[in-house]
């Protein structure tokens, strides 16, 4: 074989220096030696492995869900002077402005023991951009009543319990008997039902994330409905010789509240090792459909005759003010929530936290209650006069907070 078959073998295989050394320079030899063959793409790709302890086990999750236990404490319910008492030899006994007379029901915030509930939310990452989620959140606190009741039984020395209200065609503070001694015994029961739940619809997205944290914003639409009905039955009876009137007083106040509006807010999350913290504030811009449906009746019984007629009034729920209304107000809800969470396994966390909601305006049962009463329409009679009480749509704030336990899974 010639130097120059050589020479072309050698180029080809990467061997001229072995095959003909002394054929070439030393020159011409380090301009022909073999390139080195590159790293492989994917070796170039690949970042160092992050640290196990600080990244997110959950990062390929396509889908989430939440379940939370809720326990939760709304702000108590104003209540105006409802039941009195008062020295029986006054003019109107039980009347406020009296000296003797003091409030035993209402008159101060109804005191309301925590509720119980929950609240769920599914979510999905989209799959044409993993930075973006769909999500949605329902919550409810299960439905309290609140009570308080007194009685007399109207014998000697029992306590005087009245109604008070403010008489317009007198212009003077009065009061309706419930127990006088010697004359009637009764109870007044007072009772308020309340519930709380709504939803939310969202759309999230991720704006920063790094290994050890994650910043999202999200925008959507929100929903509240708090629904609660104050319920007032006074029962009393004649104490005559023989036999008396007894008589069944009920006063009804539902007042609905629905929120519809836009929401706004901001998410993050901070990882270190096992345990999370996340937060998240949003803020909702929207209405407040607020319903009141005022009612009442009065019952009285003939004890003698056996004979019952029914009265489409109470006392504080008269013709002028029953019946049903609306009311629309313009309102803000912000929402706080934070978490402080365990990664039981990569696709599982388990987490407790705290949330605040405020609601800015609001319609409560009590604060639509009107004291001024045109006594002329009473059972049987009719109106004469001004047309009181009327119908009130007061509206104040509210709020709800509590602690929540839950469990999230991804995947």
């Known amino acids: 074989m010639n130097s120059t078959c050589a020479r072309v073998i050698g180029l080809v295989l990467g061997l001229t ?37 600080c990244c997110d086990p959950s990062c390929c999750a396509r889908f989430y869900g939440r379940a939370e236990y809720l326990h939760w404490w709304i702000r108590d319910a104003a ?20 000296p003797a007379t003091r409030v035993v ?27 973006v989620a769909v999500e949605a959140t329902a919550f409810f606190l ?12 109207g014998a000697a020395g029992s306590p ?50 790094q290994e050890c944290r994650r910043i999202q914003v999200l925008a959507g639409f929100r929903f509240l409905d708090l629904d609660e009905t104050l319920r007032i039955a006074a029962a009393t009876q004649d104490l005559a010789a023989g036999a008396g009137n007894r008589a069944l007083v009920v006063d009804e106040f539902a007042v609905r509240n629905r929120f519809y509006g836009g929401q706004v807010g901001i998410a993050g999350e901070w990882r270190r090792g096992q345990w999370v913290v996340d937060a998240q504030a949003k803020v909702a811009l929207g209405c407040t459909d607020q319903r009141q449906n005022v009612s009442g009746f009065r019952t009285i019984e003939d004890q003698t005759s056996g004979a ?46 705290y949330t605040l909601l405020y609601w800015s305006e609001v319609a409560r049962p009590g604060q639509q209650i009107d004291r001024v009463i045109n006594t002329t329409q009473f059972p049987p009679g009719n109106l004469t006069g001004p047309a009181r ?9 509210f709020w709800a907070q509590g602690v929540n336990v839950g469990f999230e899974i991804r995947y």
């Open 17 to 53: 220096p072995v095959l003909a050394p002394t054929a070439l320079a030393p020159t011409a030899l380090a301009q022909q030696a073999a390139p080195p063959i590159p790293e492989h793409p994917a070796a170039v790709a690949v970042a160092p492995a992050a640290d196990i302890n």
């Open 142 to 153: 299960s439905e309290q009543d609140a009570g308080l009741s007194v009685a007399s039984s």
């Open 308 to 353: 019952v007629r029914t009265f489409p009034a109470g006392l504080l729920a008269q013709p002028s003010n029953s019946g049903a209304f609306e009311e629309n107000e313009f309102a803000v809800v912000p929402e706080l929530t934070i978490n402080l969470g365990y990664q039981i396994c990569p696709r599982a966390r388990a987490f407790v936290g």
């Open 389 to 397: 009480p009327t119908t009130l749509f007061d509206s104040t704030d």
């Open 160 to 209: 005087v319990l009245s109604r008070p209200f403010f008489d317009v065609v007198n212009n003077v503070e009065n009061a309706d008997p419930v127990a006088l001694p010697f004359v009637q015994g009764g109870a007044v029961d007072v009772n308020l039902e309340s519930r709380l739940w709504g939803f939310e619809v969202n759309l999230r997205k991720t704006r920063c994330e």
């Open 79 to 98: 209540l105006p002077p409802l039941v009195t008492t008062g020295n029986a030899n006054d003019a109107r006994p039980g009347a406020l402005g009296f």
């Open 105 to 131: 029901l209402g008159g101060s915030d109804l005191d309301q023991d925590g509720f119980n509930g929950g609240r769920f939310t599914l979510g999905s990452w989209l799959r044409r951009d993993p930075t």
